[in-house]
């Protein structure tokens, strides 16, 4: 790998770092929980899956840039880049089969040298591989042949163990399975042979794991999911078991779903296992985080910093789950731990005691004007701050493109890319 200096901060950088904390000390007029918020931003790592490294793409077309990693050692290397210039991104989450290998200890041994560890695991039983013996085309845990759905849960069984070899702690099953046309599935029974499916795999979890249980309302299918939404999800964990958990892929809800009150509810019966972050407008566009509703990511952080108030155990899972076709995806990552950071930092500025006496009293104004006090706070120097004491750097995006990071990447791997995923 290309060893890559990173410039220092200026001092013209530093001494408005520092005008910027005082005027946030200023506006929030309470140094301690300026800190305590500082403490806890340094605490937030985001796992970054491995298919976002590459330039993703549609079904009509992909645009990649150059650069991109062909391997998973690179991909591992170009976490370890984000990590050193944002110092919240320690962790990659893999895909297999995309991320397959056969020299996992030289990997584990190239993570470990880059102070990286392993996230969840995910499985993939919505994409035929070659030479399988049976096809996915009509379902994988859900199928109504029982040699299609044994063949998907030792797939996932095998994701398990592959897991383990790499010291990660959660399997994330997210299914493509569903109907197209109605009268093709019988609800019921798809539901059943999918229980059945994932309770299998269940018993084949290590005792400090998590499974974590996606949904999504339609794509591929769009008749119907097998596991549309929240409560679909919340009946199969509950099933399940302690060990099992619903995830929450902000992407995967119909338009204006009220995201945060499904985090309320699943933090209140201790099922919430962790996040997909991304942004969209329509359905499934896995776009980069905050970019079109800032403001929904942070009252989900409200409930969020409530839950984790609430629970100082409180374990969950955070990772970016988006798609960047025409950014370089390097610098869309940087952007969407950035508008995660900076909506928890929000967040942390609320007064819940203070919010709960004003709904006790019904005074909605109040209510209002609490929750908008802390989203109009400009917490960025916060955000930078807990960057800055951890090693990271004054301005992640500057940082990339004042130290020629892509040019670099282009010149030690070409200009075509191979990179895999979506
Ligand atoms: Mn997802």
């Not at 962790?91 to 020299?103: F, M, Q, R, V």
């Not at 197209?180 to 059945?196: C, E, M, V, W, Y």
């Not at 084949?204 to 596991?227: A, Q, R």
């Amino acid at each position: 790998m290309t060893k890559i200096d990173l410039n220092q901060s200026t001092k013209e950088e530093m001494s408005k770092h520092s005008r910027a904390i005082s005027s946030v000390v200023d506006a929030v007029g309470d140094e301690n929980k300026v800190s305590r918020a500082i403490g806890k931003l340094k605490q937030l790592q985001i796992a970054i899956p491995s298919w976002a490294l590459g330039t993703g793409g549609t079904r009509f077309g992909r645009f990649p840039g150059g650069g991109e990693p062909s391997s998973l050692a690179q991909k591992i290397e170009d976490v370890a880049l984000l990590n050193r210039l944002n110092k919240s991104s320690s962790s990659i989450s893999l895909h297999i089969p995309w991320d397959k290998a056969e020299n996992i200890e030289e990997l584990k041994k190239l993570a470990k040298s880059l102070d990286l560890s392993f996230d969840a695991v995910n499985s993939n039983t919505f994409q035929d591989q070659p030479n399988q013996s049976y096809s996915y085309k009509y379902g994988s845990l859900c199928h109504t042949d029982k040699e299609v759905r044994q063949l998907a849960v030792n797939h996932n069984k095998e994701v398990i163990s592959i897991g383990e070899n790499l010291g990660s702690k959660a399997l994330t099953v997210w299914l493509a399975d569903g109907s197209i046309f109605p009268g093709q599935h019988d609800f019921k029974s798809a539901l059943n042979r999918t229980l059945d499916s994932l309770s299998e795999i269940y018993s084949s979890l290590p005792p400090d794991w998590t499974m974590l249980l996606e949904y999504k309302p339609y794509e591929p299918n769009f008749y119907s999911m097998v596991i549309p939404d929240w409560g679909t999800s919340y009946l199969l964990v509950s099933e399940l078991g302690d060990q099992a958990k619903t995830l929450v892929d902000l992407g995967h809800h119909l338009p204006n779903t009220n995201i945060e009150q499904i985090v309320s509810t699943l933090l209140f019966k201790n099922k919430l296992g962790g996040f997909h972050f991304n942004d969209s407008k329509y359905g499934d566009d896995d776009i980069t985080v905050g970019s079109l509703k800032p403001y929904q990511l942070f009252l989900i952080f409200c409930e969020l910093v409530k839950g984790m108030d609430d629970d100082p155990n409180l374990d969950l899972s955070w990772m970016i789950d988006a798609s960047h076709n025409i950014k370089d995806p390097l610098e869309d990552l940087l952007q969407s731990v950035e508008a995660i950071k900076i909506a928890y930092a929000q967040a942390l500025l609320v007064d819940y005691n203070e919010l709960a006496f004003y709904q006790n009293r019904n005074d909605i104004s109040q209510c209002q004007e609490i929750l908008q006090e802390a989203f109009r706070t400009d917490v960025r120097a916060l955000v930078r701050e807990a960057r800055l004491q951890l090693g990271g750097v004054y301005d992640p995006i500057k940082s990339f493109r004042e130290n020629k990071i892509r040019e670099k990447l282009i010149s030690e791997r070409g200009v075509n890319s191979k990179a895999t995923g979506l």
